[in-house]
Structure formats: structure tokens, C-alpha cells
T-cell receptor, first 114, second 116 residues
Framework: KAGVTQTPRYLIKTRGQQVTLSCSPI?????VSWYQQTPGQGLQFLFE???????NKGNFPGRFSGRQFSNSRSEMNVSTLELGDSALYLC?????????????FGPGTRLTVL | AQSVTQLDSQVPVFEEAPVELRCNYS??????LFWYVQYPNQGLQLLLK??????LVKGINGFEAEFNKSQTSFHLRKPSVHISDTAEYFC??????????????FGKGTKLSVKP
């Protein structure tokens, strides 16, 4: 089975722009979660989608949003980019909803905001 | 506020020595506990998890962890480490709000460096 794929792998944007990241889960997985990883704050949970609905959300401002499509692929959007949004964005998929199910992580998208 | 604390940011250890990576979390009624590993230039991988039942949990690569509810801790141990265990280890706690609702909080990570 192919693993979790994320595109693009690297991205450079400037402040004020918006960005969309994509995540394709493992085939058959219906839950997709997004995380932000920075040297200062570490790994932080952004949100989880299951069956095209956001089920859980971390403590991030409304500039961070996402969606999930009927094929379970997910996109994450960040509007009005700030320098502090520079980070590695990780996506993880699992078979079912809930943290108790094993999550499989993708390689991440490295976003640099200039 | 919910929090997860990994007490050591870096742990150097010699090959074949035992190691313990510590993790404490803020008290909560219902939690699920996880340890993840991130090898250099690789993605995160689940090592082990505690959902319920026996407080001693065994994971991959010879790692184990013990859930201590009274101490709100979930320390990771390995009796004999190898060079290949060099990686960053993250403790994560799912604080449940009920049902499938909750928040997943990660510790800041512990970099394990195994020296020959």
C-alpha cells in the first residue's frame, strides 16, 4: 500500500499570501489529521477530518482551515500568511475517527514565509 | 490547561546501555497516551500507545512504557539501546472530552543520541 503523500514538499510564500497544502491518505483510511511542527512550539494539532466533516480542532486561529473530499483526500488552507507560519506541516491518516486508532504520518510540507 | 512535559530535551547514552525517556502530563479524567519516534529525515512513526488495560505497554523495536495514573506519567524505556535508536521521541496525550471529541497535545520531544 502506498503511504500518506503530501504535496508540495516545499513551498515558499510571502507575508499576506495564502497557501493550500494537499494530503492523500492511505487507501481505505477515512480520517485525516493535520499538525504543525516548529522548533519553538514543537508539534501542534491543527484539526481532524472524518467523512468530510471537521471532528476535532486544536488551538489555532481561523486563518487555518481545511476540508476533506469524498475520496478522503484533504486540503489545508492558510490565509494571510505570517512569518510565524513557517513550519513543517504534517498530515496523518487513520482508518477510523479518534486518536485511539494508529495514525500514519506523511513526510510533510515545508512552508517558508518570507 | 492541558499540557505534556518531556523533562529531558536531550539524552546522550552509550550503546547497549538502558534508557528512560520521561513524560508527564496534566491531570485529566480520561486520556490516551502515545509515544512517537522521528528518525533523521523521516516521518513520525508510532512506537506504542496506551488506551486501557495493562499499564505496561510494549511497542516496536524493544521499547516499552508504563502508565502511572497517580503520577500522571508515561515514561518510555528500553533495556539496551542501539545506534539505530538515535532519533527524536515525542510523547503525546489525547485529552478526551467525551466520545470521539478531544485534543491531542504533544510534548516538545527528546533527542536520544546513542554513542558507540
Amino acid at each position: 500500500k502506498a503511504g500518506v503523500t503530501q504535496t508540495p514538499r516545499y513551498l515558499i510564500k510571502t507575508r499576506g499570501q495564502q497557501v493550500t497544502l494537499s494530503c492523500s491518505p492511505i487507501s481505505g483510511h477515512r480520517s485525516v489529521s493535520w499538525y504543525q511542527q516548529t522548533p519553538g512550539q514543537g508539534l501542534q494539532f491543527l484539526f481532524e477530518y472524518f467523512s468530510e466533516t471537521q471532528r476535532n480542532k486544536g488551538n489555532f486561529p481561523g486563518r487555518f482551515s481545511g476540508r476533506q473530499f469524498s475520496n478522503s483526500r484533504s486540503e489545508m488552507n492558510v490565509s494571510t500568511l505570517e512569518l510565524g507560519d513557517s513550519a513543517l506541516y504534517l498530515c496523518a491518516s487513520s482508518l477510523s475517527q479518534g486518536a485511539w486508532d494508529t495514525q500514519y504520518f506523511g513526510p510533510g510540507t515545508r512552508l517558508t514565509v518570507l | 490547561a492541558q499540557s505534556v512535559t518531556q523533562l529531558d530535551s536531550q539524552v546522550p547514552v552509550f550503546e547497549e546501555a538502558p534508557v528512560e525517556l520521561r513524560c508527564n502530563y496534566s491531570s485529566s479524567v480520561s486520556v490516551y497516551l502515545f509515544w512517537y519516534v522521528q528518525y533523521p529525515n523521516q516521518g513520525l512513526q508510532l512506537l506504542l500507545k496506551y488506551l486501557s488495560g495493562s499499564t505496561l505497554v510494549k511497542g516496536i523495536n524493544g521499547f516499552e512504557a508504563e502508565f502511572n495514573k497517580s503520577q500522571t506519567s508515561f515514561h518510555l524505556r528500553k533495556p539496551s539501546v542501539h545506534i539505530s535508536d538515535t532519533a527524536e521521541y515525542f510523547c503525546a496525550v489525547w485529552f478526551s472530552y467525551g466520545g470521539s471529541q478531544g485534543n491531542l497535545i504533544f510534548g516538545k520531544g527528546t533527542k536520544l543520541s546513542v554513542k558507540p
